[in-house]
């Protein structure tokens, strides 16, 4: 009888997990009763159910003017305590210095702030030649940098058409050039999981950026790598990527599991 009942309350909770997590992709906008209904195969009257106990504690809302439903309050204080326990640079820092004496060259640990990349830490490689083109505190637009290409490229697909309009609205000339420039960037870092720009930011400077992804699949920063235009030959570049993929493979795996 014990063992039912937990395994029904498991039930319960992965459901409800199941229906946040739908939310969370959803964004700010939110879902309908019915969509996620559709969304998980649940019955309406379950779902019913379980958006009231989410709403009730606090773990969801409904909008008053389309009825639909988003993440709650305590969604957003349960995340400020747990980034305590998740800040990238904590956890991304033994990694990144290792990469940057590995790759020889200045490894960047990129942040999404709004609309801009924000450098949260930099790591210098042994390289006679150093690109220290970001202190760490400096912002950049997203999608000038190999690291904001690469942030930019994987948040949800409403929110990046936003961005990018506000993006191209801060320009002051060349509007539809630069327009033309992100997108392209953008499609070819989903298309090879990877960013890369030379010569965008500084002139004789090459990039590569690889996003580190949250359990949701959504960016939580990205790790690039920037040297001068010699050292950023096609099978380098090639080479990096894949390092850097490995990387952040690793690195994410370690956010994601229990701390040493």
């Known amino acids: 009888m014990g063992n039912t009942a937990s395994s029904e309350e498991t039930g319960v909770l992965e459901r409800a997990v199941q229906l946040l997590k739908l939310l969370a992709a959803t964004g700010k906008n939110g879902m309908a009763l019915t969509r996620l209904s559709s969304a998980t195969g649940m019955a309406n009257s379950t ?9 009730a504690q606090g773990m969801v809302v409904q909008h ?132 890369f720009i030379r010569n965008r930011v500084n002139p004789g400077v090459s990039a590569v950026g690889v996003p580190l992804l949250d359990s949701l699949d959504q960016p939580i920063a990205a790790i690039s790598v920037a040297a001068i235009d010699a050292r950023m030959r096609p099978a380098r570049i090639t080479a990096l990527a894949a390092l850097l993929q490995q990387r952040v493979r690793v690195i994410r795996n370690s956010m994601l599991g229990p701390r040493p």
Do not use: W
């Not at 779902?47 to 989410?54: A, E, I, N, P, T």
């Not at 956890?91 to 960047?108: G, H, I, M």
């Open 47 to 55: 779902v019913h159910r379980l958006l009231g106990q989410l709403c």
């Open 64 to 195: 008053e003017a389309n009825k639909r439903y988003a993440l709650g309050p305590l969604v957003f204080e349960l995340g400020l305590a747990a980034s305590q326990s998740f800040d990238p640079r904590d956890r991304c820092a033994p990694f990144l210095r290792r990469l940057a004496e590995e790759v020889r060259d200045t490894v960047y640990l990129t942040a999404r702030s709004g609309s801009d990349a924000v450098c949260v830490d930099r790591h210098e490689g042994p390289s006679p030649v150093r690109v220290l083109t970001l202190d760490v505190g400096s912002r950049r637009p997203l999608g000038m940098g190999a690291g904001g290409v690469a942030i930019l490229a994987y948040v949800r697909d409403t929110e990046r058409e936003e961005l990018i309009q506000k993006l191209c609205k801060r320009r002051l000339g060349r509007r539809e050039q630069f327009e033309e420039e992100l997108r392209a960037a953008v499609q070819a870092c989903r298309r090879n999981g990877y960013s």
